[in-house]
């Protein structure tokens, strides 16, 4: 019988059948993951126009989304790396940002990701305003997939607006 890919390599039924975990799940993130990354690369104006939208900047031109094959990926979310030219009212050092999706073949859904981007931006609220000596990244703004936007214009102050999605 031929292997069958997964995310990180392949696997054959005799392996898998060695396995203590049922891998029937795995075997469809995959072909999951190559969906959604080529749902989020059709976007790339999208993405553009959403980190200009939460920096303030004037115009998408500055805007630059990394290649696909530039983007990593943890268990529950994909990065999308973006460097953003001649931004001058940054707050951090470096030129680039990260657009963070969940994966929503690994969340359970939409509301779970909502649920999850929730939760994940009041913890980067309370550590800055809490435990400002740990490094954090900068948290600008999040989306929900109800298309609201949030961008944090001080800690704990969210202003909220309509999505470009």
């Known amino acids: 019988m031929r292997p069958r890919r997964l995310l990180r390599d392949e696997i054959t039924y005799s392996r898998a059948r060695e396995r203590e975990v049922n891998i029937l799940h795995q075997l469809k993130y995959f072909d999951q993951q190559c ?23 004037t115009s998408t031109d500055a805007c630059h989304i990394a290649n696909r094959e530039d983007w990593f990926r943890g268990s529950f979310n994909v990065c999308v790396p973006v460097t953003v030219d001649n931004w001058k009212s940054r707050q951090q050092p470096g030129q680039r940002v990260i ?58 102050t969210y202003s909220v607006s309509e999505s470009a999605m």
């Open 35 to 57: 969906r959604f990354y080529s749902h989020l690369n059709d976007r790339r104006e999208w993405m553009k126009a959403v980190v200009a939208h939460h920096l303030g900047l």
């Open 99 to 156: 657009l963070r999706f969940p994966l929503p073949y690994r969340v359970g859904g939409h509301e779970n990701g909502d649920e999850k981007i929730h939760c994940e931006a009041g913890a980067y609220a309370w550590l800055q305003q809490n435990c400002p000596h740990v490094p954090i990244p900068r948290l600008y703004g999040f989306a929900m997939s109800t298309g609201e936007t949030f961008y944090i214009t001080d800690i704990l």
